[in-house]
Each structure stands twice: as structure tokens, then as C-alpha cells.
């Protein structure tokens, strides 16, 4: 421990304080959120007990009752999750020297549950997806759910846009903001960099997300993504930020940047309302901003097929394979995706 008031802090409540260490480290609110959750739930799970266990006192043995315990209410994939979720709290609190041991060792190397990367997810038609983009009456959500349908784009990605990634053809809607010139001869496209990182200031605006793309990526905007934006463009309010995010809040932070915390929980309220998302429910089964991503990518590739051009609008590819598709790109890829992307409006 480096202070008396690090040994006062830990004493009092070890998880605040190791949630306070996860803020600093730049974690996202969503994931502080998933912390707490589980953490608080150990903590209860030790306290039913007719002698409560402190957190810092409890053993392996305690660690493998919770795991047994959740095994009958979670999926294997969500004990693991909540197992590494445990792991990391008590690994990081002793490298600290706040705990003198870390019990959830043994348990890890003796479970059988793993985390599942790439969970069988729930199956969404076009023709649902459809009457769940109609049901979205605000210009502001609605854009977000099409832009993240149309594009695959990672809810980070979308947060970053500022109105100078986006070349569309009607240029009285919005603010007056030169595009790029990534994008000044390519009308009908959606310009996202690789560039921006949590805490980085790009366009004079420290970014509250990192974009995860290999490389930068020129999407075409079709007629109904064309639409939905315009929509939007002629309601949004004046940004907050000289730097114009396309997206910006209507509620209680009016005029800020949109963050990915603002983005799930608005897809969360539609997905609850289609009976898409129920708490616990775990990757394979909520529908989120990353879930859209899965459907891009599932349903143009099956239309295509050409990985290719799926790896490319998702940002995924090397130079080489950019290189393939950016040479012809007002002919290759925009004309493979307008003839196979599917319609939502």
C-alpha cells in the first residue's frame, strides 16, 4: 500500500477503491458497471453465510461455492465471465499489496467453463430487423440504429464521426462543415479514420473512444442511410464542440457528443421493447450496438460472398487487400455493396 489513505480506502470498501483504479485506467462506465455488478455480488454471496467473510479473507474454497452457486443460473460462458471478472479484481488488489493472496487462482486453473469469443448469437431476419428500424421514431435514434446496420461500424466508431466524415448530397442540411478530402470527390460516403484513441485530441476535441481499425475506410451512404441522416441533420442540435460531431445528444446533454455508454443504453431500451434484451441474457442472446456489427457482417457476406469487401467496410484488412479495393473504389465497392445491402426502410 503506498498511503495511509490507499490502507483507509481499501479497509472501508475494497471494491469502490478498485473501481476507482479501473476509472483511472481509462475503462469504459459500461465495464466499471460490469465490475461492480459482479463484485457486489460476490460480496453479498459471502455475507449469507452465519459468519460473513471479508472480501481480502476469502479463500478458495469461498470462490469455488460462488462458482458452484452460479452454475445453476448462468451460462457457461457467463460463470467464466464472472469467474475472470473475480480473478482480475484479486490479482490486481494484491499486485497492489492490498490483499495479501489472490484465491481465485487455483479456482481458474480447475475450471471447465471458458468465455465463448464468438457466442451463437440470436438469428434476426432482414424482415424483423425492418419492422425494429420502423418501430424507432426519433430522427436521432433512428440514424444511429441505420448507421450501425448499414455500416457494420463499431458504436466507438460511430461516437468519433464528425460532420467532415460525411459527404451526402443534400449540403444545406447540418452545419456548414467542409468534408475531408478523403472524401470531397466521393459523394455518398461516410469517411471513418483509424486515427482516434480514448483521451487523444482529434479535430480539437479529446475523444471519450478509440476507433479499432486497422486501416482508414471510405463507406458509400446509400438512398435509405442518405435519408435517415438527412433526417437527422435537419433536426440536430448545434454541437457543443468546434469540432461538429455528427452525433450529439437531445436529452439531458444537449448538443454533446454522443458516447458509446449513451448508444447502448438507447439500442437497450428498443432491443427491451422487441423483447431482444433482458438482463443476464449474455451475447448470444441481448441484441446491442455490437450485435448490428454481427448482422452486417453475417448478412452482406452471405449476399456478397466476398470476404473481402466485408473486411474491408469493417475495417479489418491489411494494407494489401486495402490497396485491392481502394484502386477501383468508386466502381468495386460501391457497386457490390448498393446491389447487396439490405433494405430497412
Known amino acids: 500500500m503506498s498511503s495511509r489513505a490507499d490502507e483507509a480506502a481499501v479497509e472501508e470498501d475494497p471494491v469502490a477503491y478498485f473501481l476507482e483504479d479501473v476509472t483511472y485506467h481509462g475503462k469504459t462506465e459500461r465495464t466499471r458497471e460490469y465490475y461492480e455488478r459482479v463484485l457486489r455480488d460476490f ?5 449469507e453465510g452465519a459468519r460473513p467473510v471479508p472480501l481480502e479473507s476469502a479463500s478458495h474454497r469461498d470462490c469455488m461455492a460462488y ?61 424483423e430487423m425492418r419492422a425494429f428500424v420502423a418501430s424507432i421514431g426519433h430522427p436521432l435514434e433512428r440514424a444511429v440504429v441505420v448507421t450501425l446496420l448499414k455500416t457494420g461500424m463499431r458504436v466507438g466508431e460511430l461516437c468519433n464521426l464528425d460532420c467532415r466524415d460525411l459527404n451526402v448530397d443534400d449540403a444545406d442540411i447540418g452545419p456548414q462543415t467542409a468534408v475531408r478530402g478523403q472524401i470531397e470527390g466521393r459523394p455518398n460516403s461516410l469517411f471513418v479514420s483509424s486515427a482516434p484513441t480514448r483521451g487523444a485530441v482529434v479535430n480539437g476535441e479529446e475523444r471519450t473512444a478509440s476507433n479499432k481499425r486497422k486501416r482508414d475506410t471510405t463507406i458509400p451512404v446509400d438512398g435509405e442511410l442518405s435519408a435517415v441522416l438527412r433526417e437527422w441533420l435537419a433536426i440536430r442540435p448545434d454541437a457543443r464542440s468546434d469540432a461538429e460531431p455528427l452525433f450529439t445528444s437531445t436529452s439531458g446533454e444537449w ?3 454522443l458516447t458509446p455508454d449513451m448508444v447502448h443504453h438507447l439500442v437497450e431500451h428498443h432491443a427491451r421493447e422487441r423483447g431482444w434484451y433482458r438482463d443476464g441474457g449474455g451475447a448470444a442472446e ?40 481502394t484502386h477501383d473504389w468508386g466502381d468495386r465497392v460501391r457497386e457490390v455493396y448498393e446491389r447487396n445491402v439490405y433494405t430497412l426502410l
Do not use: C, W
Request: aromatic share 12%; net charge negative; no cysteine.
Open 43 to 47: 460480496e453479498a454471496f459471502l455475507t
Open 67 to 127: 462458482v458452484h452457486e452460479l452454475r445453476g443460473e448462468k451460462s457457461e460462458s457467463t460463470v467464466a465471465t464472472y469467474a475472470s471478472y473475480l480473478h482480475r479484481f484479486y490479482a490486481y488488489m494484491t499486485e497492489v499489496g492490498a490483499f495479501d493472496a489472490n484465491p481465485m487462482t487455483l479456482v481458474m486453473e480447475e475450471m471447465d467453463e471458458t468465455i465463448d469469443t464468438d457466442p451463437t448469437r440470436r438469428e434476426i431476419s432482414v424482415e
Open 255 to 257: 448538443g454533446k457528443r
Open 286 to 325: 441481448n441484441v446491442t450496438p455490437h450485435y448490428f456489427r454481427h448482422f452486417f457482417t453475417t448478412h452482406l457476406r452471405d449476399r456478397t460472398g466476398d470476404r473481402g469487401i466485408v473486411k474491408y467496410l469493417r475495417g479489418d484488412v491489411a494494407q494489401d487487400i486495402i490497396d485491392t479495393y
